[in-house]
């Protein structure tokens, strides 16, 4: 099995959707065992550009994290579209074990 994830901001886009939302959507659409969203509280990038989650008097759009997991064979199968729409966020994937 293969578990991935991905760090993003909360309000990057992906053809006027939030790129959550749309990730989620294509790995529901393409059978992927299970996926989930994470707000952080923080988090900062390549840039260091430290980000914070919105709250009071606060604009800055905050980091969230998409994991998904299934069998090697289908995470490869979706990672290629995955990489082209995420242009600004980081994607790491690993080799876990189903117990």
């Known amino acids: 099995m293969l578990e991935v994830t991905m760090f993003l901001d909360e ?7 939030r ?18 969203v994470f707000p952080a509280l923080m988090g900062y990038g390549q840039k260091h550009h ?19 997991v299934d069998d090697e064979e289908k995470v490869r199968g979706v990672l290629p579209h995955i990489k082209e729409v995420i242009k600004d966020g980081l994607i790491v994937a690993k080799r876990v074990e189903r117990l």
């Open 19 to 36: 790129m959550d939302e749309y990730i989620m959507r294509y790995l529901m659409h393409h059978g992927i065992m299970g996926a989930s």
């Open 11 to 17: 309000d990057d886009l992906h053809q006027d959707k």
């Open 50 to 68: 430290l980000h914070h989650t919105k709250g009071i008097g606060t604009v800055d759009e905050g980091p969230i994290m998409i994991l998904f």
